[in-house]
């Protein structure tokens, strides 16, 4: 008789399930579709040669460390200089603060599997990044969404769920924010929003999850000073990737805490997968010792700003009246949203089958089945040329299923503030 797996699965593992985002994907990712769906950054900016180079001399001439095992923390050296790295930010750390990770993904799992109990309140950006939903979710938190406008997470209505939570005699154990151009809205998180968020971290006693893979690809107007930064309490976890600034294959990304819960998270992450990629720490370690990496960002962000830009021109240019959109500062992502009567999701199949150009629609990036008519655009990874003729097709369908004549060259800034 055939196993039954059903009836072994643990009690988590039935809350456990596929983005379905990612699922869309093998729909949305075919080769003669012009795809704004996927969040990677652009193959253009790999660094082959370098990368090339590098690995020769690590395998060749380290190869017994590069090519090892290594600590579970991570090498010492990236730590070291990831630590010199934050405290030059603002934010005062020493390598033993930082643990390297296979990505900043794992350090989201790592802190649910420390920090989270099935029921712990988590309180999460709406809309936001689908891989830090599904990180709690899977140790059973109670998810809890705060609504996300122009100015980043609405610290204001925060106040008000933890007073009215209070009132009831609930505590919430951690707050997930992406507070730079953020996954999917593209938006930043205000210094005085940032301030109040940590302010009311403070009064409600609860710990914040700063998840920053977008930060250094800023475009215009500065980076604003980090939560890590401004946390005089110890607060403040902070994630970082070198995915969007390097390269994503390596999985290379670190946690920034407290260090008893980095020793707590390395105990977590023994029993994980003993250390992260040592050859990829190599790599990225070599990177930053030839001091190539901030040249290299700067590049990026010039590079990734001219998409940015196209990709805004062409939407001023061809999507009819009734569609917004937020401008991102930085980052990869712009948010759109259609008209209140649009169903995205079948706009999106339409646009697939009419014009074979995708998108995401917004509504997995919501908790509760809201956001039906928004959707996420990615200029990072498609063409010049693809977001060109993409963008013209889109707004082709789009005169077609809803009316309206392009307002040519009009901004239409979604959701600047409320
Ligand atoms: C907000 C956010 N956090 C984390 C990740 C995961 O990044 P990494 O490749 O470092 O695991 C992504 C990837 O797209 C992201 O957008």
């Known amino acids: 008789m055939p196993m039954s797996w059903e009836m072994l699965?643990?009690?988590?593992?039935?809350?456990?399930?596929?983005?379905?985002?990612?699922?869309?994907?093998?729909?949305?990712?075919?080769?003669?579709?012009?795809?704004?769906?996927?969040?990677?950054?652009s193959p253009d900016c790999f660094p082959r040669e370098f990368i090339a180079e590098a690995l020769q001399k690590l395998v060749l001439e380290e190869g017994a460390a590069a090519l090892q095992y290594g600590?579970?923390?991570?090498?010492?050296?990236?730590?070291?200089?990831l630590a010199e790295k934050m405290s030059l930010e603002g934010a005062s750390c020493s390598p033993e603060n930082i643990l390297i990770t296979n990505g900043s993904q794992q350090g989201l799992d790592l802190i649910g599997k420390v920090l989270l109990n099935p029921g712990d309140r988590?309180?999460?950006?709406?809309?936001?990044?689908?891989?830090?939903?599904?990180?709690?979710?899977?140790?059973?938190?109670?998810?809890?969404?705060?609504?996300?406008?122009?100015?980043g997470l609405c610290t204001d209505l925060l106040e008000k769920e933890l007073h009215s939570l209070r009132n009831q005699g609930k505590s919430v154990k951690l707050a997930y924010t992406v507070p730079n151009f953020q996954n999917p809205t593209g938006v930043t998180l205000s210094l005085e929003r940032r301030r109040h968020l940590l302010e009311l971290a403070g009064k409600y006693n609860f710990s914040i999850a700063e998840d920053n893979p977008y930060g250094e690809l800023c475009f215009e107007g500065g980076q604003l000073p980090s939560l890590k930064t401004l946390d005089t309490e110890g607060r403040v976890i902070y994630l970082g990737s070198f995915s969007k600034?390097?390269?994503?294959?390596?999985?290379?990304?670190?946690i920034g805490a407290e260090r008893c819960l980095v020793e707590k998270i390395a105990a977590a992450k023994q029993a994980t997968d003993l250390c992260s990629n040592t050859l990829g720490q190599h790599l990225v370690e070599h990177f930053t010792r030839r001091q190539s990496i901030n040249r290299h960002t700067r590049r990026l962000s010039t590079y990734y700003r001219g998409k940015r830009d196209l990709m805004i021109s062409r939407m001023k240019e061809h999507f009819p009246a009734g569609v917004n959109w937020t401008v991102p500062r930085g980052g990869f992502f712009i948010w759109v949203t259609f008209p209140a009567h649009i169903n995205s999701r079948d706009l999106l199949l339409k646009a697939l089958e009419k014009k074979?150009?995708?998108?995401?629609?917004?509504?997995?990036?919501f908790v509760n089945g809201s956001g039906k008519n928004?959707?996420?655009f990615s200029y990072s990874e498609a063409s010049e040329e693809e977001i060109r003729e993409g963008i013209a097709r889109l707004g082709e369908l789009f005169a077609e299923e809803f009316g309206g004549t392009p307002t040519k060259g009009k901004d239409r800034v979604a959701a600047e503030g409320r």
Not at 138 to 146: E, M
Request: glycine share 14%; charged share 20%.
């Open 122 to 151: 988590v309180i999460v950006e709406e809309p936001g990044y689908v891989g830090g939903l599904g990180a709690f979710n899977n140790y059973q938190a109670a998810i809890l969404p705060v609504a996300v406008d122009g100015k």
């Open 356 to 365: 074979r150009v995708a998108y995401v629609d917004g509504g997995g990036f």
């Open 71 to 81: 600590p579970t923390e991570g090498n010492w050296e990236l730590r070291r200089y």
């Open 9 to 41: 699965y643990a009690e988590r593992a039935h809350t456990m399930k596929n983005s379905e985002i990612r699922e869309f994907f093998q729909l949305t990712e075919q080769p003669d579709v012009i795809s704004f769906a996927g969040g990677f950054p």
């Open 374 to 376: 928004t959707a996420r």
């Open 245 to 254: 600034t390097f390269i994503p294959g390596i999985r290379v990304g670190w």
